[in-house]
């Protein structure tokens, strides 16, 4: 009986949370660029297409590995859904010199801000990396993921799709 209970508690939070994130905007929080420049994230656009948020670090072999991954199939994805990914370093201020570097040398074409106090992580509620969203033309986050294992790209392409349609 106390399983029971707290399986449906469980499944209840479960419920809660997922649903949540469901049609959440963008908080307005700022961001540095690689220029050290600030800019909102609220005020990020692109022409009513998806757009992907990708939190990372670079200490998270999974986060680069994921973004290095989608590196090599971004512009197809782009010319087939118009799709735009931005990779938010949540690199504090002791690693953050470290982003541009590595930004440079993976060749990503891919707009990169940097998030080192975490306001904006903490305002979507990242608590782990890599974590990614996925807003809708309307900038609405529509899906998140949490970590990342080889194939998961190729579910985040089926949800970028599925919004495109």
């Given at each position: 009986m106390i399983k029971k209970i707290i399986l449906s508690i469980f499944t209840i939070v479960l419920f809660s949370i997922s649903s949540f994130s469901q049609g959440r905007n963008l908080p307005s929080v700022?961001?540095?660029?690689?220029?050290?420049?600030?800019?909102?994230?609220?005020?990020?656009?692109?022409?009513?297409?998806?757009?992907?948020?990708?939190?990372?670090?670079?200490?998270?072999?999974?986060?680069?590995?994921?973004?290095?991954?989608?590196?090599?199939?971004?512009?197809?994805?782009?010319?087939?859904?118009?799709?735009?990914?931005?990779?938010?370093?949540?690199?504090?201020?002791?690693?953050?010199?470290?982003?541009?570097?590595?930004?440079?040398?993976?060749?990503?074409?891919?707009?990169?801000?940097?998030?080192?106090n975490r306001e904006l992580a903490r305002a979507l509620g990242v608590s782990t990396v890599p974590h990614t969203f996925l807003l809708n033309g309307e900038g609405s986050i529509v899906w998140e993921h949490k970590g990342y294992i080889d194939g998961d790209e190729e579910e985040l392409y089926e949800q970028i799709e599925h919004i495109s349609e």
């Open positions: 700022k961001v540095k660029d690689l220029k050290g420049k600030l800019v909102n994230i609220q005020n990020l656009s692109n022409d009513d297409n998806p757009i992907v948020i990708s939190f990372w670090a670079t200490w998270c072999k999974p986060c680069k590995k994921e973004l290095n991954t989608i590196a090599e199939v971004y512009e197809d994805w782009q010319e087939e859904t118009g799709v735009k990914l931005v990779a938010v370093s949540i690199d504090d201020s002791r690693s953050a010199s470290k982003v541009k570097p590595y930004v440079n040398a993976s060749g990503w074409d891919y707009e990169v801000f940097i998030d080192s």
